[in-house]
């Protein structure tokens, strides 16, 4: 404990360490910049258990069923912000059941109960309903940050009640929900005395908005820097609710399309050069390009650009684009082509993320012509990126060796191509060499995500070279167990593995079982695993839970299959909370 | 659990090929009730699924017009690419939506497209069917045949290809240069095709 000597006086003069009051050590605590940091300290005495526990004011739990709910409540009595992330990462692409749980309920009950001061919630990929909904209006007086990301199981009444009962609410980010429409206006219910709004963010809202009471919101709410609309709202009617709220910060426009008239350009060029402050823009723009120059006032000034909704292409797009010179996170679409990164690689040099998604993924007489090409261009002339994700349909070895080298600064490097085991397009040698020239190089890589072509020698590489690595994503890759294995018994850091569709199996899941305690979850789908190693694994490891996901045989129970039988799918994760008791059918823990 | 028989199975999400047998998938159907949710937040859902695309089953349910190709020649594989069924949605619907705005103003209703192509220089003008192409490149590529025999005396020098600059007239009246618009807002607003020299087309 001891951080080196202070002060060379006798004892008596100063307090001995121990014996200072845990009011010092909060305030210490509350310097340290990370929660992990928190917890090493926590766990290194009791009096520092004490004080950090009693101090801790944000808790992100990573996985809901690593701890109960009220091991939670009973560890830190005095969060103020919770995040609570549900599902496996690969629900996201439709692979894991429906109803296979993640239901936000147990955290806002307990939360109601042991959190009354509690200001601000955050649930990634859960089931939020809409009583959840209901008792956060209710439980918590001084509640003002509701944040929901790809949720689902709630609709425009739970709103209502959010709106209607959370008189200090600063913020509701919705993103990417499946919010059910009730038809009901849940806008108005935010009472007219309501002035407290900083973000507003409804652009995964399907249905209509009364624009005379969003006009009103955004009117009185002079503190509002964030507004993301949804679809429903008209451009003219964009225009007036900019010329409401210049001070915005970052602007979601929602369905950005219409017939091109004069007078509405006017309007909304008008109305965008008195947005000085305007940083961040989005939208899930089927703009007519002629649009696009009315833009330009804040091009200059915006620091964040998600086209990644927007079906515009062609030289407006890219000239629009080449006047953001300030750019440092740009998501667009695959539409922007080779040529329009080339643009990008010229025009944006403070670039540190850059995400481009592909517009026709599953058409691939769609061609669009972007390939290597742009990625390399932009990793030549942007020397902060450092976060990448990329679809494209070829790559080369040589293209990535030279990325490597371009920009050893990856802390985020996603590349997926999107026919599986594409090859080297020109050697047609598999894609080894260059994904391990990024691991070599890329000494701070945290998160990485290969595909094309692989064989198990990449996986030697990542297993030996990626030390920080904490994110790992394969999919029809390696050609055998030791594909796993190099991995689980290098990679230092790891501590999200999701692998689908290799031909791995039983033996280095087994051989590697501790390793498995040092991450937080593994996923493996359609691979070689059979029932036995899935027990074996369970009873060798008590602090993971095994959940096994067999979709052919719906409820068949576990216990009358043989160790041989094959498994679809597994989800492992670290727990303290012992196996949970809301799996459905398909989902059974071993 | 109840495994509800009436669930439909063009709602099952599976890992086979299309046209695999089901088998039991009893946790991929929607149960009939869940905790805290309506009956008809599940007809909601069910058409959410199909619209997603994640199961080539679900996907032809749903009945894609947006894809000219429907029925792709490889079978899907669920999850793949990784793009979120979000991110799906939105872009197919906006797809469908700008397939759909495309007013029906077409000459010769139904088939073709039929517009005249002149270029500088050439005795005659030629007619194209602009829904023969499927995009800017093929177009380029259909004009270029069709007129360097008429050129042939003007193109002496090879490069000259390159210098023309295609335009068309729009349902305005304007000339416009081809390439900005998306393809299908051209096809539905073009009413004429002109081929320039390149010293005129600066």
Not at chain 1, 267 to 276: N, P, R, T, V
Not at chain 1, 285 to 296: G, H, R
Not at chain 1, 445 to 460: A, M, P, W
Request: aromatic share 8%; with cysteine.
């Amino acid at each position: 404990m001891g951080r080196g000597g202070s002060r060379a006086s006798p004892a008596a003069a100063a307090p001995p360490w121990h014996a200072l009051p845990d009011e010092v050590w909060e305030h210490a605590f509350s310097f340290l910049p990370a929660d992990s940091d928190r917890g090493a300290a926590a766990a290194s005495c009791r009096s520092w258990l004490r004080a950090e526990r009693r101090s801790r004011r944000r808790l992100a739990v990573a996985n809901c069923y690593a701890a109960s709910p009220q091991d939670a409540v009973d560890r830190f009595p005095s969060v103020r912000a919770v995040e609570v992330k549900g599902k496996p990462h690969f629900a996201d692409f439709g692979l894991v059941p429906p109803a296979w749980g993640a239901a936000a309920a147990p955290w806002v009950e307990a939360a109601a109960d042991g959190w009354p001061l509690l200001e601000e919630l955050s649930f990634k990929r859960m089931v939020v309903t809409d009583d959840c909904l209901e008792i956060i209006a209710a439980s918590f007086r001084n509640f003002q940050v509701l944040r929901l990301v790809s949720c689902e199981g709630f609709s425009t009444a739970g709103l209502s009640a959010i709106a209607s009962g959370c008189r200090n609410l600063r913020e509701l980010d919705l993103q990417e929900n499946e919010i059910e429409d009730c038809s009901i206006q849940w806008l108005n219910l935010f009472p007219e005395s309501f002035t407290s709004l900083v973000t507003l963010n409804f652009s995964c809202l399907e249905g209509d908005v009364n624009i005379t009471v969003l006009d009103r919101l955004v009117t009185r709410c002079h503190n509002l820097k964030t507004l993301k609309l949804n679809n429903a709202i008209p451009l003219d009617k964009l225009a007036n609710l900019l010329r409401k709220a210049p001070q915005i910060v970052e602007l979601g426009t929602g369905k950005f399309s219409a017939d091109y008239h004069l007078d509405l350009f006017l309007k909304l060029e008008s109305a965008f050069s008195g947005c000085k402050s305007l940083r961040r823009l989005s939208g899930a723009w089927d703009a007519v390009p002629e649009y696009l120059p009315a833009f330009y006032c804040v091009c200059e000034g915006l620091t964040s650009l998600n086209l990644s909704y927007a079906t515009v292409r062609g030289p407006e797009l890219i000239k629009f684009i080449g006047r953001c010179k300030n750019l440092q996170l740009l998501w667009v679409m695959d539409l922007i082509e080779d040529r329009g990164l080339a643009v990008v690689a010229s025009s944006c040099n403070k670039l540190q993320e850059l995400r481009v998604f592909p517009s026709a993924p599953f058409d691939a007489a769609e061609q669009v012509s972007l390939t290597e090409r742009g990625l390399v261009d932009v990793s030549a002339s942007c020397p902060m990126l450092e976060s990448v994700l990329y679809f494209c349909r070829r790559m080369t070895n040589e293209a990535l060796i030279t990325i490597a080298k371009n920009r050893p600064n990856f802390t985020c490097f996603r590349l997926c191509i999107l026919e599986p085991h594409t090859p080297d397009y020109i050697t047609h040698q598999p894609l080894d060499v260059g994904f391990s020239a990024i691991v070599e190089s890329c000494k701070g890589l945290r998160r990485l995500s290969v595909s094309g072509l692989l064989t198990d020698n990449v996986f030697k590489s990542i297993g030996a070279h990626a030390d920080r690595l904490e994110m790992l994503s394969i999919a029809f890759a390696g050609n055998s167990d030791l594909g796993l294995h190099y991995i689980l018994s290098g990679c230092k850091s790891l501590k999200k593995l999701e692998i689908r569709d290799c031909p791995f199996g039983d033996k280095p899941l087994l051989a590697n079982a501790a390793k498995l305690e040092t991450m937080r979850s593994l996923w493996m789908s359609s691979c070689s695993l059979t029932l036995g190693a899935c027990r074996q694994l369970a009873r060798k490891m008590p602090r993971l839970s095994v959940e096994v996901m067999n979709y052919s045989r719906g409820a068949c129970p576990l216990d009358s299959l043989t160790d041989e039988s094959p498994i679809e799918t597994i989800y492992v994760y670290r727990t303290i909370a012992g196996p949970r008791s809301d799996t459905p059918a398909c989902v059974q823990i071993v | 659990m109840e495994i509800d028989a009436d669930n439909l199975s063009a709602t099952e999400l599976r890992l086979g090929l299309p046209g695999t047998s089901s088998g039991d998938d009893g946790c991929w159907q929607k149960k009939p009730s869940q905790p805290g949710v309506g009956g008809t937040k599940r007809a909601l859902d069910d058409t959410r699924s199909e619209a997603s695309g994640t199961s080539p089953a679900a996907a032809a349910a749903a009945g894609d017009d947006d894809h000219d190709a429907t029925a792709p020649a490889k079978a899907q594989v669920v999850g793949w690419p990784p793009v979120r069924a979000y991110r799906k949605n939105t872009f197919q619907a906006a797809a469908a939506a700008a397939k759909k705005a495309e007013p029906p103003q077409q000459q010769g209703g139904g088939g073709g497209l039929y517009v005249k192509v002149s270029m500088d220089g050439a005795p005659y003008l030629r007619k194209v069917d602009l829904r023969m192409y499927k995009g800017y490149r093929e177009l380029r590529d259909a004009l270029d045949a069709l007129f360097t025999k008429s050129s042939a005396g003007a193109a002496a020098d090879g490069g000259d290809q390159q210098q023309h600059a295609v335009a068309y007239e729009d349902k305005d009246g304007d000339l416009m240069l081809v390439g900005d618009v998306p393809w299908d807002m051209f096809v539905s607003s073009c009413k004429k095709l002109r081929i320039m020299k390149g010293s005129e087309a600066r």
